[in-house]
């Protein structure tokens, strides 16, 4: 048998496949067509301080191979999440990361202070969204001080596992990582969206209102990897690498290239199947090859 | 709500760029009401391309079609497929439409007037309903499924908006004579078809006073209620799902 357990930070799971926040809802719309009990760990949709009603009209733009979308994060906020979301998701036996999103410092800290005494696995802070932007028009995944001070406040309140969401939309990846993982987090969860944009020539005007929104898909997938590569190099904590991932060969190369677990996102939408597929398919890898535990493929890329 | 490889046991053109697809699923048909639609996936390969959202047009006991017209990339994939190959289908989806007895007045446009068939079967056998049928399209060639809600036993009004078959006009022109007409007040108007048409039935039912259900269409990430992309505002703010919470609502529910 092989062994697909891992751990990332206190959080113990039974594989390394997650399903990305924003792609699953809070687990229950799929709860028909997969059996919940396999994933790895579920990642809820962005929970705001207050239920968040989101962009207009258009929200999904399909491109070459991609999705580019402009959701603005609609959720229906920490109280609903707690009351109704939560619960639910608990009578699974799956792991359970709740993503959370602010527009200031105070805000991620109201939530992890919120948080803090309800029972699931891991916060995961979303400082990454395109699509909700704060004055000053830079996501606090654009600055290592403004993620510093995010995982600060958020650490101060939340004792288990911190998992921090990165945009790709950055020079250098691997300098963001670092300040999170001084700050205090256990693990980057790499890649949020690429920025994008889409054109209605008809009219001569941008698709989206907000001009850009965030690619995903198989599009980004080489992009994405490289980010996770480059984030692996430069921390010592895991990384969760997704981008497009569709089968066991798209997250292999994830984990090969320092990845220590992954998630799946857009492909949900496709064949909401993926990621039950993908756990099969590598336990038979590992029994196959003799390799025994995945945890031993994590950035085993010969360079 | 079920995830099936479906056989396609036809998939033909019935008259301009409109093509019927016949699937075969004995659950799907068993658990499908109407309003409610599949979301296929046309393609295997590895190019990405969403499932593409369709409404139930009919169901028999092994089988479920749907009519489509091809408009992009993914009808124009989805009418190359043959009888015999299979097709990724998840469904039925989505809140249907809300059965009533009485007199009904169904207002169909375009590949609207398609889902509208599989409720008229459900008013007629299971209600015992009367209705009529207002079928809308921009010219005789287009006019869908004429014939079969007259085997059904509804009365069916044909509307083009050249004039080259029925009534000239655009179909709430027509609707809108039939409201005004003393002691023609329907228990319920049910209408599917572009925005601008439900904008007016809705505008329409809300002046005469009579409850109406419009069935919504959008583009869709999930279809299943996780992704929020096919969203449409509420009339009493915010947004809701045209997947999950539609696609057929009460009209005073949406802003329209």
Redesign the interface.
């Known amino acids: 048998m092989g062994d697909l357990k891992i751990k990332i930070g206190d959080m113990q799971l039974k594989n390394p496949v997650m399903v990305a926040s924003g792609t699953f809802g809070y687990g229950e719309e799929y709860a028909q067509l997969v059996d919940l009990n396999k994933l790895g760990a579920i990642v809820t949709k962005s929970i705001t301080l207050k239920p968040r009603a989101g962009n207009n009209q258009p929200r999904l733009w399909e491109t070459a191979s991609g999705l580019l979308n402009s959701i603005g994060l609609q959720n229906v906020g920490l109280k609903t999440f707690i009351e109704e979301k939560l619960p639910y998701l608990q009578k699974y036996d799956t792991g359970i990361i709740v993503s959370i999103a602010g527009e200031t410092v105070d805000e991620y800290e109201k939530l992890a202070q919120a948080l803090k005494k309800e029972k699931f696995d891991a916060l995961e802070i979303n400082i990454s969204c395109p699509n909700v932007r704060t004055a000053k028009r830079m996501l606090f995944a654009q600055d290592p001080e403004l993620a510093r001070q995010v995982i600060r406040k958020v650490r101060r309140y939340y004792k288990k596992t911190v998992i921090v969401k990165l945009t790709p939309n950055v020079t250098d990846i691997g300098l963001i990582a670092k300040a999170c993982e001084k700050a205090g987090a256990d693990a980057i969860a790499v890649v949020n969206t690429f920025n994008g944009m889409a054109v209605d020539l008809k009219k001569g005007v941008p698709v989206f209102k907000n001009i850009v929104a965030g690619l995903c898909g198989p599009a980004i997938k080489p992009l994405a990897l490289y980010k996770v590569y480059e984030t692996s190099q430069a921390v010592r904590i895991p990384v969760i690498g997704m981008g497009g991932i569709m089968n066991f060969h798209d997250g292999l190369e994830y984990i090969l290239c320092g990845a220590s677990a992954i998630a799946v996102g857009a492909g949900n939408f496709i064949d909401p199947q993926i990621p039950v597929k993908i756990i099969k398919d590598m336990e038979l890898y590992l029994r196959e090859n003799h390799l025994g535990k995945i945890s031993r493929l994590v950035g085993s890329l010969k360079c | ?3 099936d490889k479906c056989r396609i046991l036809a998939n033909e053109p019935i008259c301009g760029n409109f093509y019927r697809l016949v699937l075969e699923s004995k659950s799907i048909a068993a658990a499908a009401v109407p309003g409610q639609f599949l979301n296929i ?1 046309v393609e295997q390969g ?6 593409r959202p369709l409404s139930i047009h009919e169901i028999k006991k092994n089988s479920v079609s749907i009519i489509y017209k091809t408009v992009g ?1 993914g009808t124009g994939k989805l009418s190359l497929k043959k009888p015999k190959e299979s097709l ?1 289908v ?1 469904g039925p989806l989505g809140k249907g439409y809300t059965l009533s007895d009485g007199k009904a007045v169904l207002v169909g446009g375009g590949t609207g007037v398609a889902s509208l068939k599989f409720l008229a079967a459900d008013l007629i056998n299971k209600q015992q309903a009367a209705v009529v049928v207002m079928i809308g399209a921009r010219t005789r060639e287009e006019v869908l499924c004429g014939n079969e809600f007259s085997e059904l036993g509804c009365k069916v009004e044909i509307c083009t908006e050249d004039g080259t078959l029925g009534f000239k006009g655009m179909v709430t022109s027509l609707l809108k004579q039939y409201l005004s007409v003393m002691g023609a007040h329907p228990r319920v108007v049910y209408a599917c078809g572009p925005m601008p048409m439900l904008k007016e039935v809705g505008r329409l039912t809300s002046h005469f006073r009579i409850p109406c259900e419009v069935s919504l269409e ?16 509420a009339r009493n ?3 809701l799902r045209v997947c ?1 919470d539609g696609p057929v609502f009460d009209a005073r529910e949406v802003a329209l």
């Open positions: 709500m079920f995830q996936r590895t190019d990405f391309l969403l499932r990339r990724d998840i959008e583009h869709m990430g999930c279809g299943v209620g996780a992704c929020m992309g096919c969203v449409v505002p703010g915010g947004y999950k």
